[in-house]
């Protein structure tokens, strides 16, 4: 069983920045990717970055050139650094995992969330 725990939402003015965190933890073997998605209440997920374990990255065209996703490997620590953050980025953001237990079967997980509310 994995979990994921997001960290780092909260309140901040619209130009202002945030570092999201994301800590796994587990029976986990390796992790083959992890992601950052969000949703507003009566919208669907959606993406906003990936990277995988050899560190290829992509970005939801909406926050490409404002937001970094980065990983520490060695930890199980995935990271959304947001600049420039917009009103439009308000949203629930969850952490997504693609994991190899220890066991070798795989599996994808999410974290609980966490809120990240810009104010105009």
């Known amino acids: 069983q994995v979990q994921l725990v997001e960290s780092g939402g909260g309140l901040v003015q619209a130009g202002g920045s945030l570092r999201l965190s994301c800590a796994a933890s587990?029976?986990?073997?390796?992790?083959?990717?992890m992601g950052w998605y969000r949703q507003t209440p009566g919208k669907e997920r959606e993406f906003v970055a990936i990277i995988t374990g050899s560190g290829a990255t992509n970005y939801a065209d909406s926050v490409k050139g404002r937001f970094t996703i980065s990983r520490d490997n060695a930890k199980n620590i995935l990271f959304l650094q947001m600049n420039s953050l917009k009103p439009d980025d308000t949203a629930v953001y969850y952490c997504?995992?693609?994991?190899?237990?220890?066991?070798?079967?795989?599996?994808?997980?999410w974290g609980q969330g966490t809120q990240v509310t810009v104010s105009s």
């Open positions: 587990g029976s986990i073997f390796s992790i083959n990717a």
């Open positions: 997504n995992a693609a994991v190899v237990h220890t066991s070798r079967s795989q599996s994808s997980y």
